[in-house]
């Protein structure tokens, strides 16, 4: 009998572990209390602050047109390969455009002139030399642009050379022979563009824009406002009137006596014989 009883300290293994917590049955269904503080959640390291240079879109954008005219200039400069390449992606100029520079050229020019001082003088000459010769020089590189073939529409051509005409009109007539030879010399150049132009212009279309758009007038106004110095134009007008009239005696449709007055005397050769000598704007 002895040797069958166990002592109270002998008690089955099994019997000692259903006395634990963890593996009473109701342990797993017990919620442990809310934590007081919440539980951090896992955040993507970023950089340290530092500062770094604007990308390049961003940086154009801040540029002001002159700003990025220099830059695209000194770029050209240092590397002569690209300057090409530049002139062949670059927008074509418009009138409107080149107008727009030579107009500002024109400003400075005149702003330059001395206050109470005789404008063709040549004190004041002195004063302003230096815009003029830019406004100059900024006139015989825009011209040959316009000029065929690099511009192959004649309406185009003629619309430049009127407005750059008027430019040279209005710019004084100095006192001093040797100050007036810039102003003579441009007129040459321009009369010798307005050559080739109505040269060319009357080789298409049958002069259609010649005799339509009233140029013959305007022309003859700019060589009498330019006293005579537009004279080499004129003679190839009369060319291409003489040639656009041989097969007509009588004048288009639309062409106001005026004109035709003009283009009969053109004609003729007695075109100018009354005309006085024109004289600048100042």
């Not at 990025?68 to 240092?78: E, I, S, T």
């Not at 530049?86 to 206050?115: C, G, H, M, N, Q």
């Not at 040639?243 to 449709?253: K, L, R, T, V, W």
Request: glycine residues 8%; hydrophobic residues 30%.
């Amino acid at each position: 009998m002895s040797g069958r009883k166990r002592k109270a300290s002998e008690e089955p293994d099994q019997d000692r572990m259903s006395t634990s917590p963890t593996a009473s049955p109701s342990f797993g269904n017990r919620l442990l209390p809310p934590s007081s503080t919440p539980r951090s959640t896992k955040r993507t390291r970023t950089g340290l602050a530092v500062g770094r240079p604007l990308a390049l879109p961003r940086l154009l954008e801040t540029l002001s047109a002159d700003e990025m005219r220099q830059l695209l200039q000194n770029v050209a400069d240092q590397h002569p390969e690209l300057q090409q390449e530049i002139v062949a992606k670059a927008p074509r100029p418009s009138i409107d455009s080149t107008l727009s520079v030579l107009s500002r050229y024109e400003d400075d020019f005149r702003e330059a002139f001395p206050l109470g001082n005789q404008p063709t003088s040549d004190y004041s000459y002195n004063r302003v030399r230096q815009h003029l010769l830019q406004l100059m020089e900024a006139l015989r590189d825009y011209t040959p642009h316009f000029l065929p073939p690099q511009e192959p529409q004649a309406i185009m051509s003629l619309n430049y050379l009127d407005a750059v005409t008027n430019t040279l009109h209005r710019l004084p007539d100095w006192d001093s022979y040797q100050h007036q030879r810039h102003k003579n010399e441009a007129y040459d150049e321009i009369a010798k563009a307005w050559a080739l132009v109505i040269r060319e212009a009357s080789k298409r279309a049958g002069g259609f824009h010649l005799q339509f758009g009233g140029w013959d007038q305007k022309l003859v106004e700019h060589n009498h406002k330019s006293g005579g110095r537009l004279e080499e134009a004129v003679n190839e007008l009369r060319l291409a009137v003489g040639f656009m009239q041989a097969g007509s005696s009588s004048a288009p449709p639309g062409v106001s006596d005026e004109r035709a007055n003009i283009r009969q005397q053109l004609f003729s050769g007695s075109y100018g014989q009354q005309l006085g000598i024109g004289h600048g704007g100042w």
